[in-house]
C-alpha cells in the first residue's frame, strides 16, 4: 500500500460548457469522468488533447464554463491548490537531486520531510519497482526508470486524479506496455481517476480505459475503448484510425 492516507477513491471530474481559446482555435468542452475511472483521450496533433488536462490541472484558465473535481467548483483555483497531480512526457527531475529526493519534492517542495514522508516516499519507490536505486541520480537511469520516478513522486502527493500527459511517448512499445500496466496497477490499488492522452489507441485497449476522441478543440465521440475501437465505433474515429494507419 501507499502510505496509510492513500486515497480510497477517485475524484469524478466534469468540464461544464468550457469554453477556451487556443491561438485561432475556439475549444469547447462538455465532459464527465466519474471517480476511480481510466479515461484515454486521443485525437490528430493540435486537436487540444493537452489543453484539455491542463485545464484541470489549472495551468489553463476557462473562459467561460467551469471546472469540477469532485463536485467542488476549481475553474479558478490556482494548480497548487487542485487534488490532482500530472506526469509529463519530460519526467521534469532535477539532475543534481537523486531518486528519492527527486520522489520527496512530491511531498515537500523544499524537502522537510517527516518520518511518515520518508516511509510513504521509500513505498512509493518499491511500488513503481526502483528499491535500491533510491540514490541513483537521472543520468544513471533509463527512461523507463526515469518516468517510473516521476510516477512515484506523483503518488506521494496523494491526490484522488492523476493526469498523464503523453508521459510514455518517448519509449518504445515494450517500455510503454510495462509503463501502463504499472498505472493500471496502481489505479486498481489506490482507486484513483486516470486521465492520459496518447498517440497510441491500443494504449486505451491495454487498460479498462473510457475513451474520448477530439476533434478541432471539441470532444467528437466517446465511449467504452473495447466499442470505440472496435470495427462498430463510430465513423469519424474508424477514419482518424485508417489516416493514422496508413500513415505510419
Given at each position: ?177 510495462e509503463m501502463l ?25 491495454r487498460l479498462p ?40
Amino acid at each position: 500500500m501507499i502510505a496509510s492516507a492513500r486515497p480510497h477513491k477517485g475524484a469524478s471530474i466534469r468540464l461544464d460548457a468550457v469554453d477556451f481559446d487556443f491561438g485561432d482555435m475556439a475549444m469547447h468542452f462538455d465532459l464527465v469522468v466519474e471517480p476511480s475511472t481510466i479515461a484515454a483521450i486521443i485525437g490528430p496533433s493540435g486537436s487540444g488533447k493537452s489543453t484539455l488536462l491542463n485545464l484541470i490541472a489549472g495551468f489553463e484558465i476557462a473562459k467561460t464554463g467551469r471546472v469540477l473535481i469532485d463536485d467542488t467548483d476549481m475553474t479558478d483555483a490556482a494548480p497548487a491548490l487542485r487534488p490532482v497531480s500530472m506526469v509529463f512526457q519530460d519526467n521534469n527531475l532535477f539532475a543534481h537531486l537523486d531518486v528519492a529526493s527527486n520522489v520527496g519534492l512530491g511531498r515537500s517542495p523544499n524537502l522537510k520531510l517527516s518520518e511518515a514522508d520518508h516511509a510513504a516516499i521509500s513505498e512509493a519507490i518499491r511500488k513503481v519497482g526502483l528499491a535500491g536505486k533510491e540514490k541513483r541520480k537521472p543520468e544513471a537511469l533509463s527512461g523507463g526508470e526515469r518516468q517510473r520516478v516521476a510516477i512515484a513522486r506523483a503518488l506521494v502527493r496523494n491526490r484522488p486524479v492523476l493526469l498523464l500527459d503523453e508521459a510514455f511517448a518517448s519509449l518504445g512499445p515494450a517500455l510503454r506496455h510495462e509503463m501502463l500496466d504499472l498505472v493500471g496497477e496502481l489505479q486498481t490499488e489506490t482507486g484513483m481517476t486516470v486521465m492520459m492522452v496518447t498517440h497510441h489507441p491500443d494504449d486505451a485497449l491495454r487498460l479498462p480505459s473510457m475513451l474520448f476522441f477530439l476533434e478541432n478543440g471539441k470532444i467528437a465521440a466517446s465511449g467504452p475503448a473495447k466499442e470505440m475501437l472496435s470495427d462498430k465505433g463510430p465513423a469519424l474515429l474508424r477514419k482518424y484510425l485508417g489516416a493514422k494507419d496508413s500513415a505510419l
